[in-house]
């Protein structure tokens, strides 16, 4: 199953916040919700949260009351700023949300038309999705020897894109080519999306693992234990600076320290060309329970002040290579990057010739 789709005039996705304990379906059909199911976490990870905004971009279509071309466009513009306000570090979401909104302003045609072109549009942004999640897992699996202990933070599965996941896509390539991988999974505090969500997928796919705790990671890769490091991202910038979850940086000097090549796993949707580097990326934080609470128990003395950034920084220097559907990216990543997000938004723009 997907983890988000449309289906009879709905968005439908997993409702993350309950796992790994409960499985069920959520569903919206108001711009409103999917701005709440996103900035709430029942869907997350930086491409499932790009398609569900696409999705809800259709939705706005779909429910605006407009008779022309310029209401309808309206809805969409107070649309876009709903939902990209959702959640601010993964650039995903505004990316897909200014793909729907550019699409319908350089469409002539009237409104009924218009709204059939934008959810086909969503759907496609769902549909390229696991397309290139797959084929990002492809190049991916090339850099994994057979046999790698492979050091893995967050989660980038299946739950963090519609289908397959970006740095565990890799992992799954990696299983369908025979490979013997190991991952380190890093539980990923403060809100477990490790512990929850990533060692759920994994014991799902039979992958051998260990939960490990985040503050083990550094012994593991001291003691020999680890050979690669992977994640995802949430908004790369032109020079290859990376934002992804809280922890990410830490891993990635320690990683350099011990000579173990460090990998993030992105679309090409996850660079953003227009901030020239990490300085520029807004980092979410996040409310106090996440820290203060495990699940509903308390770990802290009631009112402590808490600070939660949610997503940090790791600078270009301590990453080895960014892998995207269009191949791995290598230093100067000012040039790389840039090569791939150009050839993706060729490979864009020809489909949509197709459709
Ligand atoms: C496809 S995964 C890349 C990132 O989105 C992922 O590692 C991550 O940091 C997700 O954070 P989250 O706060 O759970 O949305």
Redesign the pocket.
Known sequence: MRTVFWEDNKVKMIDQRLLPGTFVLAEFDTVEGIARSIRE?YV????AIGATAAFGMALAALRSQATDREGLLADLRAAKATLDAARPT?VNLSWATARLLTLAEQTQADVDALRQALLAEAQAVADEDVEINRRMGFHGAELIPDGANVLHH???GAL??VDF??ALGVIYACQEQGKRIHVWVDETRP?L?GARLTAWELMRAEVPMHLIADNAAGHLMRTGQVDVVI????RVAANGDVA??IGTYKLSVVAKENGIPVYAVVPTSTIDLNLPDGDHIPIEERGPEEVTHIGETVIAPENVPVYNP??DVTPHRYITGIVTEEGVCYPPFTQSLRKAKEAAEARIAARRRQR
Do not use: S
């Not at 994640?231 to 949430?234: E, L, N, Q």
């Open positions: 976490m997350r990870g930086a491409p993964a967050c989660n980038t963090a894109a996941g970006t809100r999306q994640f995802g991202a949430d992804n979850k949610a997503f």
